[in-house]
């Protein structure tokens, strides 16, 4: 479920096409441009999910779904709901997208 750069137990650093969903407190960190990132965080029992995407759609079947903003959010939402699904436990924010 984690697939990401591991600084160390506390830290992970989200390089583009990266996503992280943990269970455990945690700093998850990335630096964006033209990318984006949804960071979604369950205010009951703290879980929390963030991915950097580079492209909105993904273009084809078996492409890595961690570059694209579909597949991606989709996967981190997925495994938070398996966890807990009721959505008004969650909160999230969108950032970057900047015109570079």
């Known amino acids: 479920m984690e697939e990401s750069?591991?600084?160390?137990s506390n830290k992970v650093f989200l390089l583009p096409g990266e996503y992280h969903v943990t269970k455990q407190p945690r700093v998850i960190a990335t630096l964006l441009g033209s990318c984006v990132s949804v960071c979604i965080y369950n205010k009951e029992t703290h879980?929390?999910?963030?991915?950097?995407?580079?492209?909105?759609?993904?273009?084809?079947?078996g492409d890595d779904r961690g570059h694209f903003g579909d597949t991606s959010t989709t996967f981190i939402i997925e495994?938070?709901?398996a966890i807990?699904?009721?959505?008004?436990?969650?909160?999230?924010?969108?950032?970057?997208?900047?015109?570079?």
Do not use: E
């Open 5 to 8: 750069l591991a600084l160390d």
């Open 47 to 61: 879980l929390a999910a963030m991915n950097h995407f580079l492209r909105s759609h993904a273009t084809a079947a």
């Open 79 to 81: 495994s938070l709901f």
């Open 84 to 100: 807990d699904n009721d959505p008004s436990h969650y909160r999230a924010q969108i950032f970057g997208g900047g015109k570079v």
